[in-house]
């Protein structure tokens, strides 16, 4: 099981972003995915998920409004569009998976059986 993230960069506040997330060896169909991001010294936080039933999503405040996930099962894959992004998204952003549907509401990383790499997103203010 392999999770890929990419899309990270380095942008300017106001700018937009797409992560995606590609997995090869299992069906990300079947998961919930989530995407969650860390800085050094900080736990790591979970900005967004989307439920494998019925798409359903989850942001957490602090990107709502801004951020969007989708996911197209067709290419196993899932994405993160960040919009009007701001200094204090600086991070390392990670995908993961988890099995247990119910997963992607409030995202907690000790759910997750699979994770990606991490892309990093600085934003220059």
């Known amino acids: 099981v392999q999770l890929q993230a990419s899309g990270g960069g380095l942008v300017q506040a106001g700018d937009s972003l797409r992560l995606s997330c590609a997995a090869s060896?299992?069906?990300?169909?079947?998961?919930?995915v989530a995407w969650f991001r860390q800085v050094p010294g900080r736990q790591r936080e979970g900005v967004s998920g989307?439920?494998?039933?019925?798409?359903?999503?989850y942001y957490a405040d602090s990107v709502k409004g801004r951020f969007t996930i989708s996911r197209d099962n067709a290419k196993n894959s899932v994405y993160l569009q960040m919009n009007s992004l701001k200094p204090e998204d600086t991070a390392v952003y990670y995908c993961?998976?988890?099995?247990?549907?119910?997963?992607?509401?409030?995202?907690?990383?000790?759910?997750?059986?699979?994770w990606g790499q991490g892309t990093l997103v600085t934003v220059s203010s």
């Open positions: 993961a998976a988890s099995y247990y549907s119910g997963s992607y509401l409030h995202p907690e990383a000790a759910e997750f059986e699979h």
């Open positions: 989307i439920s494998d039933r019925d798409g359903s999503t």
């Open positions: 060896g299992v069906t990300l169909g079947d998961y919930a």
